[in-house]
């Protein structure tokens, strides 16, 4: 039995991400909803899903898909109403299941009611300084901070004839962090869905919260990336201050969590994602760590990131593995135009669920959803817009999921909101981190390195052990692993389940991705 204190559900579990409006149509707009979300519960259930997060369903004008909202204790519409999401809440609990929620802190959209009263006048405003405005320098922007979304990121105000910051679109303006007032109408609305029974967060864009207060200009691209110079606004001293503070919130209620968004250009600091979790306890629970997701697929190179990543982790800390979400292509995506997509996917898939660390499965990655190419007059993402044809944006990793062979994948009766892509494939993994503790709660032990194009580890917890043999290449390859003695195969993409393997001398299969019963 395992020690139920010890089973820390957001450390052993897995969590699955769930874009809303593309999950399930329940009442036929070709819009996902609240209440499609709870027909698929048993789905979800079945799949072995300990815990959702539902990227944002607040009310919002919907200019970034929800990561704009305007009222964060509402519920849009287009989901549904709040009676629908507390019935979802009782729903998943009765399931065991968790709900997180997507808390979006650096910004709120442009018609926030706070926003309309901060722009409404500059002097005798007590919500002016909620939002960072500046005036003109020189009769100029006031520094030369860019959006994330392309573009400077001061709009001018022409009526108070001042600028205000958005790191993302113009019409997300940033909150500003160092107002104390602001800081605790926004901690109130937090706590509002944890007095509901939500049971965590995930903090969007957490490290780019507080900006450097005397507004320094960032370094130039090569200074920064060859000359490490510090961005001003990302990562500072006052963001990890207030996840502090965030985390002291949440510390009110029991087993919440709070996951930390952490995006760094360009992509990939290991230290920086871990950074966040302060000293294990005393600040975020979990951070996404993107660098795998960059990284070509080569054993070696998957190793040593995996590596690095583990290193960084302070030892009260727990890591957590994702290869997909919402902003980024799909990682089947990622294997190029090459052949063998679907045999990297599935030692790709392995790798999620067999690593130390709570894995993250975005919506249809469990059935190998691929991105749909969009074409340019049906993009909706502004940042496609802006930069076709060079990037096309991030409409193809959010298309409805996938259900059923029926027309549009089951998804709705109506036009979907995206077009439906058509792949559909099954996996295991899931059910098997969940039954054998070594897999969700276990060390991480390397036994391969990657440097032959084969990575092994082991995964131990008390008595038990399990054994994780991944061929990253398309020939066979010898490997050792030293132990002299048969063992049985849990699962494997090439041999019988049940079948015994002699470890000292094995012949791997081209992709070979195979469990093993130590
Ligand atoms: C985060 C979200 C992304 C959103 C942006 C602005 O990076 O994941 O979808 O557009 O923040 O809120």
């Known amino acids: 039995m395992i020690d139920n204190k010890k089973y820390v559900w957001w450390k052993h579990g897995v969590i699955y991400h769930i874009y809303p409006l593309s999950f399930y149509d329940s009442n036929g707009d070709g819009k996902g909803d609240i209440q499609g979300i709870i027909e698929k519960l048993d789905y979800l259930s079945e799949l072995g899903v300990d815990a959702i997060w539902l990227s944002p369903i607040y009310t919002s004008p919907m200019i970034d898909f929800g990561y704009d909202v305007s009222n964060y204790r509402e519920i849009d519409p287009v989901f549904g109403t709040i009676q629908d999401f507390l019935k979802l809440l009782r729903?998943?609990?009765?399931?065991?299941?968790?709900?997180?929620?997507d808390m979006i802190m650096n910004h709120t959209s442009h018609l926030?009611?706070?926003?309309?009263?901060?722009?409404?006048?500059?002097?005798?405003?007590?919500?002016?300084?909620?939002?960072?405005?500046q005036s003109p320098k020189n009769g100029r922007k006031?520094?030369?901070?860019?959006?994330?979304?392309?573009?400077?990121?001061?709009?001018?105000?022409?009526?108070?004839?001042?600028?205000?910051?958005?790191t993302f679109l113009k019409e997300q303006p940033d909150l500003n962090w160092w107002n104390t007032s602001m800081r605790k109408a926004f901690f109130d609305d937090i706590e509002f869905w944890l007095k509901l029974g939500v049971d965590g967060f995930r903090f969007d864009a957490i490290n780019m919260i507080v900006k450097n207060k005397k507004f320094k200009n960032n370094p130039l691209f090569f200074e920064y990336l060859f000359n490490k110079k510090k961005l001003a606004t990302r990562n500072q001293p006052g963001s990890y201050s207030i996840i502090k503070l965030l985390r002291k919130l949440l510390d009110k209620y029991e087993n919440k969590v709070g996951i930390g968004e952490i995006y760094i250009m360009p992509p990939g600091n290991s230290m920086v994602s871990a950074s966040y979790l302060g000293n294990g306890n005393d600040s975020l629970h979990l951070t996404f760590d993107?660098?795998?997701?960059?990284?070509?697929?080569?054993?070696?190179?998957?190793?040593?990131?995996?590596?690095?990543?583990?290193?960084?982790?302070?030892?009260?800390?727990?890591?957590?593995?994702?290869?997909s979400n919402h902003d980024l292509y799909r990682s089947i995506n990622r294997f190029g135009t090459g052949f063998h997509k679907k045999e990297k996917a599935k030692v790709t898939a392995f790798l999620l669920l067999t690593l130390k660390g709570t894995p993250f499965i975005y919506y249809g990655e469990e059935i190998g959803m691929k991105n749909s190419k969009i074409p340019k007059s049906k993009i909706i993402d502004p940042v496609g817009k802006r930069f076709w044809p060079?990037?096309?944006?991030?409409?193809?990793?959010?298309?409805?999921?996938?259900?059923?062979?029926?027309?549009?994948?089951?998804?709705?009766?109506?036009?979907?909101?995206?077009?439906?892509?058509?792949?559909?494939?099954?996996?295991?993994?899931?059910?098997?981190?969940?039954?054998?503790?070594?897999?969700?709660?276990?060390?991480?032990?390397?036994?391969?390195?990657?440097?032959?194009?084969?990575?092994?580890?082991?995964?131990?917890?008390?008595?038990?052990?399990?054994?994780?043999?991944?061929?990253?290449?398309?020939?066979?390859?010898?490997?050792?692993?030293?132990?002299?003695?048969?063992?049985?195969?849990l699962f494997s993409t090439h041999r019988l389940i049940s079948e015994t393997i002699q470890l000292y001398d094995i012949n791997l299969f081209p992709f070979e991705a195979t469990l093993i019963e130590g």
């Open 91 to 101: 729903e998943a609990h009765s399931r065991n299941i968790r709900v997180i929620m």
């Open 290 to 323: 993107f660098s795998l997701i960059f990284r070509r697929f080569n054993a070696r190179s998957y190793f040593k990131c995996i590596e690095n990543w583990y290193n960084q982790i302070p030892t009260k800390g727990w890591p957590s593995i994702v290869l």
């Open 390 to 489: 060079f990037y096309s944006g991030r409409d193809g990793a959010r298309t409805p999921m996938q259900w059923n062979n029926s027309q549009n994948a089951g998804f709705t009766e109506a036009l979907p909101w995206l077009p439906v892509n058509n792949d559909f494939t099954k996996n295991t993994l899931i059910g098997l981190r969940k039954k054998h503790k070594p897999l969700n709660c276990g060390e991480w032990k390397p036994l391969i390195n990657g440097k032959n194009g084969v990575i092994a580890y082991s995964r131990e917890f008390e008595n038990e052990k399990i054994i994780v043999v991944l061929n990253f290449t398309s020939v066979r390859k010898k490997i050792n692993l030293k132990i002299d003695e048969e063992l049985k195969i």
């Open 142 to 166: 006031p520094n030369r901070w860019n959006s994330a979304f392309g573009g400077s990121a001061w709009e001018y105000d022409k009526p108070t004839k001042q600028y205000y910051l958005h």
């Open 112 to 133: 926030h009611p706070w926003f309309l009263e901060s722009k409404s006048s500059r002097y005798n405003n007590p919500k002016r300084n909620w939002y960072i405005w």
